[in-house]
């Protein structure tokens, strides 16, 4: 099962090392002082954030941090140390030379200063009589008249780029052998910088756009007027879905949204309505040499583990109550899970219709698997200039695509272009990034790198215009093959953009008999078909097994790992499948698929196709000829995902997955021998709660109409009895447990971030977190049906010794549900199932353990 982390770039592997530290301490006859405390309200014993801590007559200095903590080193003769905090009495302490010592402060509220600042507050951190919240309610209350919306038209030119690099490179890594002909790329900064001292470039995307904006009927359209990226070979790297999941991680941050999006996490804004009951305020200080005058206003969160941020505003004393400048970070103690670092600002400029509009936004992020070594850092810079407020536009320019190309992507614009486009140049370690990822795919050991990595990751070896594999498929077993060899490939673009083909060949060594595939895809948008939008018409062939209710996400049937599964896994069948397919997408990803099946199945194991004579006897039916017309309708709007070689990985967000489904049964074409109609419709969607996590719903219904449908045309639940968690399967059902030709059903996956966990010592340095899910069924199936009222149908299966292995859902939902512990080892969730309901039917578990690997932020 992949995931769009392991396709990022196959040397990100080598980086996640132990950095070591090589330090070298000089003999030095100063005298050092090294003084630390704690900074606390005298009355109240509430820790102090961000205290001012000085030496006086000189410029050198720090603030205490969120706990209050803090410390200094100093190597000359100094005197005394001096602490100031807005609406507290300045105090200062005498310093002993020579010695480490601890200077606890306690301050006191500064009387004279009470009218001015209005500080009343009494005893332990609260909100009531606190100016500083009575500043961030005045935010909020005008938050609605500082939006862009509250202007009837804006537009604005916006530049934007985004940057990525390897980062925190030890030098030992850096002249490392195998780095021997790639020293061009790396790249030295200050080694304070976020990112570390050596970092290697690796990818870089600019983007220039306008924008319009409409408030009724609302309406944000961008219409990109140049673009430009480093590219990786497309046979390694799909390139469009790797832009796409960076843009997805560095979102734009909209401070006047109650939720703001951090690497596909949703944390509560510090002027979100409900902020004063998540946050802490603190008044630092009014700056007076600004026009208007701004007030510093300091925020942590009130519990330092929660999906929240913590910063300082500046906000505008001109009665608009503005924010002119914001500077955003997290706290360590915050569980993302991948998250090292985070840095983000953003600056607001007063426009002509009095407002402050965004000027330029940064947010720069460093993931690791530790606290230490190798990372990826990341920084995405978007300016906007040129603002026009409330001049319309005609209808035609805001229809279409939230975000339309208005440019041809073949036509690579040049750099005199950009030099004189871009708002802002690029940095020193940006310039080179373009002309050297074009080198580096020259280089012969680099492209044996990727190819190598290509093959472990993605599963195939390309040879050009063939590839060959999944190698994961080549080799497993189930009781009716035994053990199966498969050997499979499919041609690539260097072939033909029109024209792919695929097949495979398996041979079970225990039924003796040949499996295969073949498929032709035709494309008419001239396009590789696995390229958005969707335009082709496939036809295909497949003669193979099946377990009846098995589907599952990402991953072949036929896997090595899912050869292992749990109870008894006899009811089998062969299949041939005639397949005709016409697939098209469009730009606002709503898409339809119309289809015709033609197929014939043959039972196997202890399944059995047969149906009840009149005197009694069974009759063995031999096998089932059907024939189907197929359509599917979809629509998911500002869908994202990451094109692999299988299989498109979506880049969940909070727009909603609607998909309804036709099939019908075609009684007398190609030997069917079926008339019925098969109507169901699925919704999904993410829902945000903030620091409270977030879960992902499903709820899905269908109705097979129709009499005397045979049970293997009608809904046969989705079972699982692998030792995987599958999300969209019943972890603790048998295969062929259910059938229905009516039903309804919810999913809820609900991962709660840690929120529970980090209140837990250890489980917060683990940085583990708690998962919960819950998953119904209800259904039914009429009389006309039911293999028991009706003899011409086939009979529901049964076990070796003659009892039902089959049931319908008439007597109570079907229910499951899960604890699990996420993020084990940054990469596996393991649940404890529970199954609720008809624990009477033979061989089921009522308990399970089940995992499922999951690279989140």
Do not use: C
Request: proline share 4%.
């Amino acid at each position: 099962m992949k995931t769009i982390y392991k396709t990022i770039w196959p040397r990100i592997l080598l980086t996640f090392i132990l950095l070591q530290m090589i330090s070298a301490a000089a003999i030095s006859q100063e005298v050092t002082t090294t003084i630390r405390g704690k900074i606390t309200d005298a009355r109240s014993g509430e820790t102090l954030p961000y205290v001012s801590i000085i030496i006086p007559g000189t410029t050198m200095g720090t603030v205490s941090d969120i706990d209050g903590k803090y410390a200094m080193t100093l190597k000359e003769n100094y005197t005394s140390i001096k602490f100031s905090y807005v609406g507290y009495v300045t105090v200062e302490k005498p310093i002993t030379q020579g010695i480490d010592q601890v200077i606890d402060i306690k301050m006191a509220v500064d009387a004279s200063m009470l009218k001015e600042v209005t500080v009343k507050g009494k005893g332990r951190y609260r909100n009531k009589d606190n100016p500083a919240v009575q500043l961030i309610r005045e935010v909020i209350a005008h938050k609605d008249q500082n939006k862009m919306a509250a202007n009837e038209y804006v537009q604005y030119e916006q530049y934007e780029k985004i940057s990525m690099a390897l980062s925190n490179l030890s030098d030992n890594f850096k002249d490392r052998r195998i780095f021997k002909n790639y020293q061009f790329l790396f790249k030295q900064q200050d080694s304070t910088a976020m990112g570390g001292k050596n970092m290697l470039p690796a990818y870089i995307e600019e983007k220039l756009s306008q924008v319009y904006f409409r408030k009724n009927p609302y309406t944000k359209k961008q219409k990109v007027l140049a673009g430009r990226r480093a590219e990786f070979d497309s046979k390694f790297v799909d390139n469009d879905g790797l832009s796409k999941y960076f843009n997805r991680l560095y979102e734009d941050i909209n401070l006047y949204n109650n939720d703001v999006s951090v690497a596909t996490n949703l944390l509560l804004s510090p002027i979100a309505n409900s902020a004063p009951t998540f946050y802490k305020f603190f008044i630092r200080d009014t700056i007076k040499t600004s026009t208007p005058w701004l007030v510093e206003l300091g925020f942590v969160p009130r519990n330092k583990t929660d999906m929240l941020f913590e910063g300082k505003l500046y906000v505008t004393l001109d009665g608009n109550y503005g924010v002119q400048n914001a500077y955003l970070t997290v706290n360590k103690d915050i569980n993302l899970n991948f998250m090292r670092d985070l840095e983000a600002s953003l600056e607001f400029e007063k426009g002509d219709d009095g407002r402050y509009h965004p000027s330029r936004t940064t947010l720069a992020m460093e993931f690791a698997l530790g606290e230490k070594g190798g990372g990826l850092y990341g920084k995405r810079v978007v300016d906007f200039k040129d603002y026009k407020i409330n001049e319309s536009q005609p209808d035609s320019v805001y229809r279409g695509p939230a975000v339309e190309v208005a440019y041809n992507p073949e036509v690579k614009t040049g750099e005199s272009f950009w030099n004189s486009a871009r708002h802002i140049p690029l940095e020193r370690t940006e310039l080179d990034i373009y002309r050297n990822i074009d080198t580096l795919q020259t280089i012969p050991s680099f492209r044996r790198t990727m190819d190598i990595a290509t093959v472990f990751l993605a599963g195939y070896k390309s040879f050009g215009k063939v590839e060959v594999g999944p190698f994961n498929t080549f080799y497993s077993f189930n009781p009716i093959e035994g053990f199966r060899l498969r050997f499979g490939g499919r041609t690539t673009t260097e072939l033909s953009k029109r024209v792919y083909f695929e097949t495979y060949a398996a041979y079970g060594f225990k039924d003796q008999k040949w499996k295969y595939f073949l498929s032709g895809t035709y494309s008419f948008n001239n396009k590789s078909v696995y390229h958005f939008p969707l335009n082709y018409i496939r036809a295909s062939y497949q003669r193979d097994t099946k377990i009846p209710g098995q589907e599952l996400q990402f991953v072949q049937e036929d896997n090595f790992l899912l050869s292992f599964k749990r109870g008894d896994n006899n009811r089998w069948l062969y299949n041939d499948i005639y397949k005709l397919e016409y697939v098209r997408e469009f730009e606002n990803h709503l898409s339809y698929k119309i289809g015709f099946t033609q197929w014939r199945q043959t039972a196997a194991g202890i399944l059995r196709y047969e149906t009840l004579e009149e005197d009694g006897q069974l009759k063995n039916a031999g096998s089932l000829s059907n024939t189907e017309a197929n359509f599917e309708l979809r629509y998911a709007p500002n869908e994202q995902f990451y094109q692999g070689k299988l299989y498109r990985t979506p880049i969940i967000n909070k727009y909603p997955i609607f998909t309804l489904r036709y099939n019908a049964g075609l009684k007398g074409v190609f030997e069917g021998q079926n008339r019925y109609h098969n109507l169901a419709a699925n919704i999904n969607k993410r829902v945000y709660l903030s620091q409270f996590g977030y879960a992902d719903v499903t709820a899905e219904g269908g109705y097979t109409f129709g009499s005397k449908i045979l049970f293997p045309l009608l809904t046969v639940h989705r079972a699982n009895q692998t030792y995987a968690y599958q999300l969209n399967s019943y972890n603790l059902m048998n295969f062929l447990e259910f059938v229905s030709d009516h039903y309804a059903s919810v999913d809820v996956q609900y991962y709660m971030n840690g929120f529970l966990f980090n209140k837990i010592p250890l489980l917060k340095k683990l940085k583990l977190r708690e998962v919960f899910s819950f998953k119904g069924l209800m259904g039914g199936l009429r009389n006309e049906n039911n293999p028991a009222y009706n003899n011409s149908l086939f009979r529901f299966p049964v076990d070796e010794n003659g009892k039902p292995i089959s049931y319908t859902l008439s007597r109570e939902p079907y229910i499951e549900g899960s604890v699990g512990i996420a993020n084990i080892f940054k990469l596996l969730r393991v649940d404890l199932v529970k199954r609720f309901s008809y624990l009477n039917n033979p061989n089921v578990s009522e308990w399970g353990v089940r995992a499922r690997f999951k690279l989140d932020f």
